[in-house]
């Protein structure tokens, strides 16, 4: 049975359909274009990382460096930390699609929640004065790729919905393996269909994520048939890339 939301931005009837740095079918992903498109689907949850420029502004924007996204800088190991705000906003992504800062993305969709992935420490900071300036304490859930990541900003901004990071994962499965009655502090996991070949969501760690007061949401899920797998098991969202199809999905089984 799915565990009933203690926050708001979990508080949600059907299953949370994440649109993963916004989609990238239609639009270059993490753009206001791909944000636009999902916004205009229907979709209210949005998916993004986050970076801070030399001068502590937040970017949406996934990769550590620019060599991926930024034509200029293909083949360059350029960080995006090392620049000021100033020069990433003259930066083009995939043709003529700047880089937006969240606080834009947080103006732009007032009725949309953000799941945001701080990416590394520099952006701690940055992150945790923007929720305060913003006031937009029940529209996010923080997670990262680190524990004390998730607890830096926790610090800055109150107990806001968060997922659990590594160590809380590894916690969580060895609860699951052994059955211990654990408490967890964060409100949902967010976890991939495997890691390293180890499948992470199946119908046990539903079952006990949902004992444990956790809702499941699982990254990053492209495929129609394990949309339906995933579905069956009772998890409660899905991030994707492909946000026409998720929805085409959730909308056969009434989900929607």
């Not at 299953?15 to 993963?20: G, T």
């Not at 967890?184 to 444990?212: D, I, N, W």
């Amino acid at each position: 049975m799915r565990p009933k939301a203690d926050c708001s931005f979990l508080d949600h009837d059907g299953v949370l359909a994440f649109a993963h740095r916004g989609g990238d079918r239609n639009a270059p992903e993490n753009t206001v274009a791909a944000f636009d498109d999902a916004v205009g689907q229907g979709y209210r949850y949005l998916e993004t990382d986050v970076h801070a420029s030399k001068d502590g502004v937040v970017y949406a924007f996934h990769d550590d460096n620019l060599s991926r996204m930024v034509p200029d800088f293909e083949g360059d190991d350029v960080a995006i930390s090392t620049l000021t705000a100033s020069q990433i906003d003259k930066l083009k992504v995939a043709g003529n699609h700047h880089i937006p800062t969240m606080a834009e993305l947080f103006e732009r969709f007032p009725d949309a929640h953000f799941n945001i992935d701080a990416k590394d420490w520099p952006v701690v900071e940055p992150l945790g004065r923007l929720i305060n300036q913003t006031r937009t304490h029940e529209r996010v859930c923080i997670g990262a790729f680190s524990d004390k990541r998730i607890k830096a900003v926790l610090g800055m901004v109150g107990n806001v919905c968060h997922s659990v990071g590594p160590r809380g994962a590894a916690r969580f499965m060895l609860g699951m393996k052994f059955r211990l009655p654990l408490r967890f502090r964060a409100r949902c996991l967010q976890f991939p269909v495997r890691e390293y070949g180890v499948p992470m969501v199946t119908p046990a760690s539903v079952a006990y994520a949902h004992k444990r007061g956790l809702q499941v949401h699982v990254w990053t899920v492209n495929d129609e048939s394990t949309m339906h797998e995933l579905l069956d098991m009772g998890v409660d969202g899905l991030m994707t890339d492909d946000c026409a199809l998720l929805k085409q999905v959730l909308q056969s089984r009434n989900l929607w």
